[in-house]
């Protein structure tokens, strides 16, 4: 570019040079002729060619600007080369001042303790220092545009890590004014496991609607948010607008592999995703912006609704070319294009290089021979990172420096620390110890000069975390290098955050926990979460509070499980009644928080650890609870046989609560018989335990209803099921726990429903799903939501019936429950069939056979010959309908599943 305006400068200038004697000689007196008036003749010219004099002066205009922009330039490279030069200078007075570099550890004594006033909830990121934002301005008038739509309510920014998610919200709540609720999760996060979301909503709820009390639990949380946020009479205008961005919500997502990716394993953030499906009305300056790397599952159904996904790219090759310059990198455009080409105009990684060149390179790409292997094409940009860092280790730092064990430090920090309690931590590091206060804060200017530390500039300084990729790189070398000295550091942490939760932080004791446990000093982390409970108002809830209780309890119990809910470490060094006690917690935390598969896995270190008298029996009901709807059918099977050996003699409760259970498995299994005496004798052993109450109730009592509701052959049989369900709610009594409560409602409504009465039993149905929405109970849940979606379609509100579907659907994959999928494929499958949807209803077909086969799930085999049955038909393939009609038939008979009777001659009348 540079070669094509000296071009054209020069022919400018040589044309003019060329023309004007031609002109002048034109124009010149003769002799004997009076001289000209040089003022007119000029007039005269100008107004002949003044369309070429404006060309001229354009081009000039231009050239002008050039001069000035590389002028700026060079200087601001100069200013880079003689602070580079003091830089240098002051490392090496540093290091001759300073004792010999040495691999990082942590003194023995615990550093000062600083109480920093607690951080502000809204953390204020406009006081970041500045940062630069290209090529986004497309991508912000767009969530102008969506904040203006009445129609859209929620607005999904989709990036990997360092494209630049975060740095665009900043912008854009910049430029409306900076008075939009903003919330970072990533820079909230303690273990990624156990992040929570209680600290967010009491914030949020206090910022939108500061006179309403904290709901009781998750469900009653979202609503009030929403209800805040998107709802109201009042009128919102540009200025006013109910606006709230959410920073890092992956950090809330379901972790483990193949459970969903981009499920919200945190209950409250589950229930606000899937309550925006109920938004209606004017959105017009109402809008929920949040920041995330993966798609969010919930909000997939919403789409071209009130929600859309709006991806976020790299950086095109002129933006990241753009932004090297807007970094005091300067080179010809050749120069440019490998680095933008090797990193793929990842922002992150753009920027990183570009501060880089510009601190310890003069701002020159003289040297690109020397730092191309930073950028080599098909290295990615995770590799491309590492690089980089590992070039800041070995080429620009000393081995050792103050540099790394800076950066290591500050790897550790999970969400903003005030600069006076990171000076403190400095004092546990003997080499950070032993530099200064001067030559930190040197430090500390390097670093944030080369990209790799953001401080605020407020009037109270907070050191940002390192943006995960790169505390991730430190994290790992650290561990490798001194995993001693790691731990003790961690363990310095925890006493700081615990210091700040005694001055009211409420973020503080997670911090003071997580760090604790990373550090291995889980005694000290259990005193604290002891004395927490007993003292800090976080006690055991109950009933629909407890899902709000174990929202917040979480990240405080992920502590004690660094790998995972998996196992407690072998290094905890507990005793086996204090391990007792947190995987009990743990286990009813996970199952409050519908993590069922990891509450399956800590149920199981229970029950191997607790096989004996009341406790045993009490953890075998616990885990085949859970076992069941996950469609592990064998293994509870063989758990409540177990179990009902173990809790002969003792409490009469376990042994009843353990047949009934034997006898839901077996029904599952498609075992009617052994089933049905499995729940007689469980009803005989309630006879004897409560003479009162002779009945199965509750939970127990929906297995024996739904078993009689299965086998009934006539309409008495059916009345006798409700009159049944009637005894329960005259015996019930107050205080009852949730789960009964809703399984009594759900007996009644199927009762009701299979007696030709629709609109009660889905009165009924509908009592049952709100006693479960947040109470943290999804596998329950989830079966309910089935139940209704098939008295809808029978009513025909296909419709609605989808809705339970879908919703059903997405607990099924947050929650690992294969047995309730199965029966979720079954209905959607039937609701693609009745809207002619042959494909959907082909696929939805195959994976109920899959499961059936897959789960021994005996009891869906007459229903899948059903569903084939009925494609058959539809596709007008008579004979083969007919056959799996029959096959249909002589499976029922064999099972003695008579309600189905009606169903396959009301399917399948025409065939």
């Known amino acids: 570019m540079q070669h094509t305006i000296r071009t054209w400068r020069a022919a400018l200038i040589s044309g003019l040079l060329l023309g004007m004697p031609q002109r002048l000689s034109a124009a010149s007196p003769q002799e004997n002729e009076t001289p000209p008036d040089w003022l007119a003749y000029l007039e005269s010219l100008a107004a002949e060619h003044t369309g070429a004099l404006l060309g001229v002066m354009v081009l000039l205009g231009l050239l002008f600007a050039l001069r000035r922009r590389r002028a700026h330039l060079l200087a601001r490279a100069a200013a880079a080369a003689q602070s580079s030069g003091r830089r240098r200078a002051q490392q090496t007075a540093v290091a001759v001042t300073t004792p010999p570099a040495e691999a990082v550890e942590v003194a023995a004594v615990e550093p000062p303790r600083p109480t920093p006033s607690p951080l502000p909830a809204d953390l204020p990121p406009l006081l970041i220092e500045e940062e630069l934002c290209l090529g986004r301005q497309k991508t912000m008038a767009l969530l102008d545009g969506y904040l203006a739509d009445p129609q859209v309510a929620v607005v999904c920014l989709l990036a990997p890590a360092g494209v630049g998610k975060s740095c665009l919200l900043r912008h854009w709540r910049k430029a409306r004014g900076g008075h939009d609720f903003f919330w970072s999760f990533s820079e909230r996060a303690g273990q990624p496991h156990g992040t929570g979301s209680g600290h967010f909503f009491r914030q949020a709820l206090a910022f939108f609607s500061p006179e309403e009390p904290l709901p009781a639990n998750p469900e009653a949380r979202a609503q009030s948010l929403l209800r805040a946020l998107l709802g109201g009479s009042r009128e919102r205008t540009a200025a006013t607008a109910g606006l709230m961005l959410l920073d890092g919500v992956e950090a809330l997502h379901w972790g483990q592999e193949g459970m969903g990716g981009g499920c919200f394993a945190d209950p409250g953030m589950h229930a606000l995703a899937r309550l925006l499906g109920n938004v209606a009305g004017d959105c017009s300056h109402r809008l929920l912006v949040l920041a995330s790397q993966r798609p969010i599952v919930e909000l997939a159904p919403l789409r071209g609704g009130v929600y859309r996904e709006l991806p976020l790219e790299n950086l095109k090759e002129n933006e990241a070319t753009q932004l090297l310059h807007e970094l005091g990198v300067r080179g010809k455009f050749a120069d440019f294009r490998p680095v933008v080409k090797g990193v793929r105009g990842h922002t992150l990684s753009i920027t990183l290089l570009g501060r880089l060149i510009a601190r310890y390179y003069q701002g020159s790409m003289a040297n690109k021979d020397a730092l191309s292997p930073l950028w080599a094409t098909g290295a990615g940009v995770e590799t491309a990172l590492e690089r980089l860092l590992e070039h800041y280790d070995k080429q620009i730092w000393p081995q050792e420096g103050l540099q790394h064990a800076f950066l290591r430090l500050l790897a550790l920090l ?4 005030e600069e006076a309690a990171v000076g403190a931590l400095c004092q546990a590091v003997p080499s ?21 530390l953001r401080v605020t500039s407020a009037a109270v300084p ?7 990729l790169v505390a991730a790189h430190y994290t790992r070398h650290w561990q490798a290098a001194d995993s001693a000295g790691w731990q003790q550091a961690q363990r310095a942490l925890a006493r700081h955050w615990a210091v700040a939760a005694q001055g009211g932080d409420p973020e503080a004791m997670e911090q003071a926990l997580g760090h604790a446990g990373l550090g291995g000093d889980y005694p000290w982390a259990l005193q604290q979460w002891r004395a927490g409970r007993s003292g800090g108002g976080r006690g055991v809830a109950s009933g629909s509070e ?7 309890e979480l990240p405080l119990l992920a502590a004690f499980f660094p790998q995972g809910w998996q196992a407690l470490p072998s290094e905890a060094g507990l005793a086996a009644v204090e391990s007792g006690e947190l995987l009990r917690e743990t286990a009813n935390a996970l199952l409050a928080a519908g993590r069922l598969t990891e509450a399956v896995a800590v149920q199981r270190i229970l029950w191997r650890s607790e096989q004996e008298g009341a406790e045993g029996a009490a953890r075998a009901v616990a885990l085949c609870d859970l076992l069941l709807p996950m469609g592990a059918l064998a293994e509870a099977l063989a758990t409540a046989k177990q179990g009902i050996q173990q809790a002969a003699g003792g409490e009469a409760f376990w042994p009843m609560a353990l047949q ?6 077996l029904q599952q299994m498609g075992e009617m018989g052994g089933s049905l005496a499995a729940l007689q004798q469980a009803e005989i052993l309630e006879r004897a335990r409560q003479p009162g109450t002779p009945r199965l109730l509750g939970v127990q009592g929906k297995y024996y209803c739904d078993l009689l509701l299965e086998q ?7 009345e006798a099921v409700l009159r049944r369900t009637e005894e329960f709610f005259r015996w019930r009594v107050p205080g009852d726990p949730v789960q009964e409560v809703a399984m009594e409602h759900l007996s009644m409504g199927r009762a009701l429903a299979a007696l030709g009465r629709a609109t009660e039993g889905l009165a009924q149905l509908g009592q049952a799903i709100a006693v479960l929405h947040g109470a943290g109970l999804d596998h329950l849940l989830a079966e309910c939501l089935l139940r209704r979606g098939e008295v809808l379609r029978q009513c025909g509100e296909l419709a609605a019936a989808r809705r339970d579907a879908e ?12 047995l309730w999928g199965v029966d979720g494929w079954l209905l959607a499958s039937h609701l693609s069939l009745d809207n002619g949807q042959l494909a959907d209803a082909e696929a939805g077909l195959a994976r109920v056979e899959a499961g059936i086969a897959a789960l021994g799930y005996g009891r869906r085999l007459v229903e899948a010959h059903l569903l084939r049955a009925r494609l ?3 596709q007008k393939q008579f004979e083969a309908a007919r056959q799996e009609r029959d096959q249909a038939r002589q499976q029922l008979e064999v099972q003695g599943q008579w309600s189905l009777l009606f169903v396959l001659e009301q399917e399948l009348a025409g065939l």
Do not use: C, Y
Request: glycine share 8%.
């Open 872 to 874: 058959w038909q539809v």
């Open 546 to 552: 407890k899902g709000a209780a174990v929202s917040d």
């Open 462 to 468: 907070l050191f940002w975390p390192l943006h995960p």
């Open 432 to 452: 950070l110890r032993a530099a200064g206060v001067e030559v930190l804060a040197a430090l500390r200017n390097e670093l944030q000069q080369a990209g790799l």
């Open 414 to 417: 999970q969400r903003p620390m």
């Open 660 to 665: 009934a259970l034997q006898g839901a498995i």
């Open 712 to 718: 009934a052959r006539t309409l008495a049989d059916r």
């Open 807 to 818: 919703e059903a659907l997405i607990l099924v994959e947050r929650g690992g429950l294969a």
